[in-house]
């Protein structure tokens, strides 16, 4: 996830105090503190100048951009570890601390300043402070869980929950991380939890149901469906193609692996992937019309190049739904991709013979005739053409 993508991410998930601050309040003003501690005169000047700062930073970076390499920012995390230094029990100078480093993204720094700073306040879950922590320990467990170290990222995503229990992206991602870890039950009490959160969730649902099979499908399987789910979600195809077969191969009684991968397959042109898939899924008891239709789809792009056949698939919507003419263009351009594609000369000739244009007719018919001599159909409307008829 690159740092624009995670800074946005985290707005939306539960945002800092920071974010929900607008740029004329300061941050620590946001939320009473429970404790006081002096502030010296050095402390109070640093912190006011950290506030400034921050709304400079604002004012000068794009919305979404905050880094701790930008210069302003840099400053103002440099003056709030000052004023923290000066008054290592004040909550307002820990909290604009942790603020910043939330704010940068910088999560691992941010991850302590907010443990300092509930050391002197209180945590209430659910709170703005709560809630900026939240994200932060969702940003370490998404990066853990890149890294491949699913048990570090789960532990990162519950303690999220312990900070933000409304958290949808850490409840998703908890029961994800059990999934993939192979704790089954684990991974349907979080998908439940989650679907409390969210029950309208597409994707939740379909993965508690995935969870809830898991065990039939073994731990290899399941991992290496929820991450080619991952790839598939972060725009990486071809990866997620690879995911899906993985799943399917150690499992091929897992039915979702394999119309995964058979649409995938589809989707990027792979004929010979996606006849793999839907011939596997064709040969399952739970085998559905679309997969048989896909799978009729995956053999005859095998043969005649899985483009002409979509082009020749659409044509046939369109003359079914009364356009002729749109019909027409595209039997011609499924003739154009595939020029041994008989059965789109076929239709291209139905199409011209309904519109009596008998010459065009019979020129399709012709190469219909040729590529099949079997066509019995062809050959008789052929004649047909050939007399104006």
Known sequence: ?????TLLLTAA????????????????????????????????????????LVTRARATYPAGSASIDQVLWKEAAARAEDAVRAAPGNVDALRLRAEIYTEVGFWKQA?????????????????PEARAAGTVQ???GYAAYRRGQSAQASQFFQACLTFDPGSVPCATWAARSALEGGNYAEAQARY??????????????????VARNAATYGPAATGAFSRAYTALEAGNRAQA?????????????????????????????????ALQAYQALAALPGATAADRYNLGLAQEGAQFGLRAVQTFRSAYGKYAAGDKAGA???????????????????????????????????????RAVALDPNDKSSAYFLRLAEQGK
């Open 13 to 52: 998930l539960c945002g800092s105090a920071l974010a929900q601050t607008p740029a004329t309040q300061t941050p620590a003003t946001q939320t009473p503190a429970t404790q006081t501690t002096p502030v010296s005169q050095n402390a109070a000047s640093l912190i006011a100048a950290a506030r400034e």
């Open 241 to 273: 193609l690879a995911g899906f077969q993985e799943a399917a191969r150690a499992a091929p009684n897992f039915a979702e692996a394999g119309r995964e991968a058979g649409r995938l397959a589809l989707e990027l042109g792979d004929a010979q992937a």
């Open 192 to 209: 439940a939890e989650a679907l409390r959160l969210a029950p309208n969730d597409k994707t939740l649902t379909y993965f508690a149901q």
């Open 138 to 140: 969702y940003n370490l």
């Open 111 to 127: 991850e302590s300043a907010w443990a300092s700073y509930f050391q002197v306040s209180p945590r209430t879950a659910g709170s």
């Open 328 to 366: 027409e263009a595209g039997f011609l351009q499924a003739t154009g991709e595939s020029p041994t594609y008989a059965k789109a000369w076929a239709w291209l000739g139905r199409v011209r013979y309904e519109a009596k244009n008998f010459p065009a007719a019979a020129e399709a018919y012709g």
């Open 1 to 5: 996830m690159n740092k624009r993508l």
